[in-house]
């Protein structure tokens, strides 16, 4: 059976095509039904609009509060019928009617080593403290900032020379890889 997912995203979107192409090649029996994105002008809007999937662009400003901007996105996962959701690069936190409607079945991509470094500077986080290691996390996500319980982990060795520059991309090159390999082993184990 094919799965239904979302793809939650702000920005760039390499992680959503990462997924989508994956989807595509390998073949993965999932299909990306939904984009939800939280910033309108953001590249991944045209990366699903150029594979013809619909894209939800949500402004949470609009709304009272985040619980109803999150109704709104729950009617149209519903809508949708998504299985499971996949925040690839979106920069907010998930709010309890969400969380409530999707148990253990919302899927988040962190670019460290959890629970080293949670929050928004992963990379630079892991720079600042010179470790010798970093990596990618890929957790279900919680109330909690990236304290949700981890599925898997890749290690990036971090080089003296290093840039945030270079070392974020080598863990991108990580994350392309790693999150599709996710994806497709819990399809296979029935975890979503």
Avoid: W
């Amino acid at each position: 059976m094919v799965k239904r997912i979302a793809v939650f995203a702000s920005g760039n979107g390499t992680n959503f095509s990462a997924l989508q192409n994956a989807i595509t090649q390998r073949p993965i029996p999932a299909e990306i039904v939904l984009l939800v994105c939280d910033q309108g002008n953001a590249p991944v809007i045209q990366r699903a609009q150029a594979v013809h999937i619909p894209v939800l662009q949500i402004d949470y400003r609009s709304f009272p509060t985040k619980a109803e901007a999150e109704q709104v996105i729950l009617t149209a996962l519903q809508k949708q019928r998504v299985a499971a959701i996949f925040l690839a690069g979106y920069m907010r936190i998930v709010g309890r009617t969400l969380l409530v409607a999707y148990p253990h079945r919302i899927i988040n991509l962190h670019p460290a080593l959890l629970p080293s470094f949670p929050g928004r500077h992963g990379i630079a986080d892991a720079l600042a403290a010179h470790v010798k290691e970093t990596g990618v996390t890929v957790h279900f996500i919680d109330a909690g900032i990236d304290t949700g319980q981890i599925i898997g982990q890749r290690k990036v060795v971090v080089h003296a020379e290093d840039s945030f520059e270079s070392l974020a991309t080598r863990i991108h090159q990580v994350e392309h890889q790693f999150y599709p390999d996710v994806l497709a082993e819990l399809i296979a184990t029935q975890q979503i």
